[in-house]
């Protein structure tokens, strides 16, 4: 009987073979390899939706402000360009568009910058509410998120000021976003 249990420790103390660590390490390759592009994908997929969420937030933000201070507030692009009006940053300032150099309430930096173009589809390159928390101009207004290999997002303003997010697969085709 003692024979019988020192192999059975004998056989428990002396570990794992080279050909069972090699196809563990193979199982856990494999593993990787499915999992970390799809891991990728939703990062992309996060940073995407954190940077449509703060662009709604600021607007939401300067919406409330104008209402609160009962007068106009506006988003201002901090550096706009063609075709990526909002992509270097934005701030929230008192008054009238000008510059964000002076009243300013808030200044945003975007997210990934240096691949999300945001761009007004009308080129605009402020966004002024009035004293009621509608748009001055009373115009409707769609801002696109863009990155390249991903899907982009829409951000509709309408006249009264609500913002919502579109998705490429909206219903209605003028709320799905127009990216490159």
């Not at 988003?75 to 300032?93: K, P, S, T, Y």
């Not at 115009?139 to 951000?155: S, Y």
């Amino acid at each position: 009987m003692a024979t019988s249990k020192q192999s059975i420790s004998a056989r428990l103390i002396r570990g794992m073979t080279l050909i069972e660590l090699m196809v563990g390490l193979v199982i856990v390759g494999m593993g990787m390899t499915i999992a970390v592009p799809s891991f990728q994908g939703m990062l992309a997929r996060n940073t995407m939706a954190t940077q449509v969420n703060e662009f709604l937030l600021t607007v939401n933000r300067a919406r409330s402000a104008a209402s609160a201070q009962g007068g106009p507030v506006s988003v201002q692009a901090l550096d706009a360009v063609e075709d990526n009006e909002f992509g270097a940053g934005w701030c929230i300032v008192s008054g009238n568009p000008g510059n964000c150099n002076a009243g300013v309430i808030m200044r945003v930096l975007p997210i990934a910058a240096e691949s999300t173009l945001i761009f007004a589809t009308s080129g605009a390159t402020a966004i002024e509410f009035d004293a009621m928390g509608a748009l001055a101009d009373a115009t409707a207004l769609d801002i696109d998120l863009c990155r390249a290999g991903h899907e982009g997002r829409r951000i509709h303003i309408s006249a009264v000021g609500r913002s919502k997010s579109h998705k490429p697969t909206d219903p209605s085709i003028s709320r799905q976003p127009d990216c490159p």
